[in-house]
């Protein structure tokens, strides 16, 4: 079982890799899967979104715990993903609730700010500031949105590596592992198309930051079957994405619909990926420009 769930793994974090990159997330896959994390003998969950609850954390021998670490460097919104780990919560409450255990630590650069949105998100669920970075520290998390989230078993030891928040392969692999399941690949079975774009990046030039921004991305479904769009992931919050969730026949286009609206004066580079049923997915597309 856990030779084939780092097989699967494998699999999943290579689809959107360069060739070169290959081996290198192979050796990492697997020198992380079945390491034991180490967490500190103290953590105090907070939970932000309405009065201000502190409580202990007692580690819990439930089933599965999901383990997401992130540093604030940079952008809020798109290194926290909130709103998206919020959904998934929700859902792993009702489907599961005493098999698995989400655990959200987060070691910011600008704790205000962070407090801030959390509370703005209503994020509910408790969370822990490890403001002296010291699970980093005891477990040394590598740098990179692979290997910041984990699926840890009962014993701590990780099963499973990825963020199910912007990775929907990685998503059912968790689900498929803590519903117990069998893990199997549908990647092969997998009823295939082929798409074009218009475009694959767009520069919004100089504009105010407090002004939103808008553009869009066209899709021709150039194959023989139905284009089904699965999921449309934006690397930050400050992107929203609107399109049809109907398939799109052959010969026929779908729009992704861009809106990007700046929190702060910033040159920046986003990327859309765009998640489907078609040949070499998924798709990263791009916007840029300097918001003054």
Known sequence: MTRLVSLMLIAILLLSCKES?????????????????????????????????????????????????????????????????????????SLYPTRVTCLMVFNPKGKRKLIKHLKNNQFNYCVYIDERDTLNRMNKFLNEEDFGTF???????????????????????????ISGETVASSVDKEVLTAISFDKNKVDLGNFSWNKERETEFVI???????????????????????????????????????????????HFNKTITVYCNAENAPFKLNISGNAK
């Open 151 to 177: 699926l840890l078993d009962k014993n701590d030891k990780i099963v499973a590596i990825g963020n199910p928040v912007l990775k929907p392969r990685v998503r059912d692999l968790y689900f498929n592992i």
């Open 21 to 93: 990159e290959q081996n290198r997330i192979a050796r990492l896959v697997n020198e992380w899967n079945g390491k034991t994390i180490q967490f500190p003998d103290s953590i105090c969950l907070t939970s932000y979104a309405g009065d201000t609850v502190m409580t202990k954390y007692t580690r819990e021998r439930s089933s599965y715990t999901i383990l997401n670490y992130v540093d604030t460097i940079g952008c809020v919104s798109c290194r926290l993903q909130l709103p998206r780990w919020k959904t998934m919560m929700e859902e792993l409450d």
């Open 220 to 266: 021709s479904n150039v194959g023989k079957l139905p284009l089904v769009i699965n999921d449309v992931i934006t690397s930050c919050g400050c992107t929203k994405v609107d399109y049809t969730k109907k398939p799109v026949l052959p010969g026929e286009n779908v729009i992704l619909k861009i809106k990007y609206k700046a929190e702060q004066p910033e």
